[in-house]
């Protein structure tokens, strides 16, 4: 059996990005052109009338104040209100995987690695561009990589379970080094018409290398001391969207078929479950809350975080112990404790502990403890 590092991540980053105020902007222009065009039935009762929104009701409900979008025009058009991504033809890498191995060569790089040292590929994320051939195996094929590759899907802790699932393909001598990635086109499944929910989601990718320990080079090497994981049957998180649709004419468009949760239930399910999930995984390897200098969280809303921090902690974190992204990046699924853990890494010192962790649909919860290599 084999040790496993983290020795390289990687991110891309859309380059186009939406405020808050933008984002309001667009969806009252919504609200205006749908009450006056639903005035006479609104007045006779028939139709709902829609509220309005605010970039100050979007702050307080999530700390979102903006988030990177593969496509502007086509989210802040009050007519259209979905991202604009053209089809592609089947010769063309698809924009999955080409987001994917934008994150992958960075991630290549931090780890001082090449494509011929990689042996497999995890394609881990919410949302897959289609039901086969796996993203994965073209990721593998735009990359030249040799071996192997598959998709899965665990949503929000894709990244999570990847992690875990290279890890294991490592210890066993399957591969040397494993590429997983997290490609999240979020915006493509929420619905910019709901005000509950349109201002949740943004798009990024991005990259972990996993790779026995004993062939690792990398400055930049976290040693995997465990994982944990855990999975709950919930309706409050759902995406009914699936090629049984057109089986079922009478389904097709509805509400369902887009992101669709119950937050409070969320709220109130998930922030117990991820605190006691860390903190037995923690003891189970002779590890104590206040050993962990850093909680790179799922990035979903920061009150969860703040929460899960408070109940682990028993206090307030400090902003350098839960490090925040959402506030840019805003929920960008998988993707999100990644960021997280891309952009506060490399400030720490060799033997700091982390927790990666991440958590979602399902419910779904994952839990990786890490040690700062020397």
Known sequence: MHNAVISGTGLYTPANSISNDELVASFNAYVQLFNSENAEAI??????????????FIEKASGIKSRYVTDKDGILDPRR????????????WGI?????????KQALERAGRTVAD??????????????????????????????????????????????????????????????????????GHLNFRDRDSHFIFGDAATAVIIERADQATSKHQWDIVG?????QFSNNIRNNFGFLNRAAEEGIGAKDKLFVQEGRKVFKDVCPMVAELIGAHLQENELNVADVKRFWLH?????MN????????????????????????????????????????????????????SFGAGYSIGSVILRRKA
């Open 43 to 56: 007045e006779r009762g028939e139709v709902e009338a829609l509220s309005e929104s605010s970039s100050a």
């Open 81 to 92: 209100m979905t991202p604009r991504i053209p089809e592609r033809s089947n010769d063309e």
């Open 96 to 104: 999955l995987c080409e987001m994917s191995v934008a994150a992958a």
């Open 118 to 187: 990689i042996d497999g590929v995890i394609v881990a994320c919410s949302n897959l561009q289609r039901a086969y051939p796996a993203v994965a195996i073209e990721v593998q094929a735009a990359l030249g990589i040799d071996g192997w590759g598959y998709d899965m899907n665990v949503a929000c802790s894709s990244a999570t379970f990847g992690i875990q699932a290279a890890t294991n393909a490592i210890a066993t001598g399957q591969a040397r080094a494993v590429l997983m990635v997290n490609p999240e086109i979020c915006t």
């Open 227 to 231: 994982t944990k994981l855990l999975t």
């Open 299 to 303: 990035q979903a809303n920061l009150n």
């Open 306 to 357: 703040l929460l899960i921090a408070r109940k682990l902690l028993g206090r307030d974190a400090e902003p350098h112990e839960a490090p925040v992204i959402l506030d840019t990046y805003a929920n960008t699924s998988s993707a999100g404790s990644v960021i997280a853990f891309h952009k506060h890494q490399d400030d720490l010192p060799a033997g700091t502990v982390g927790v990666l962790s």
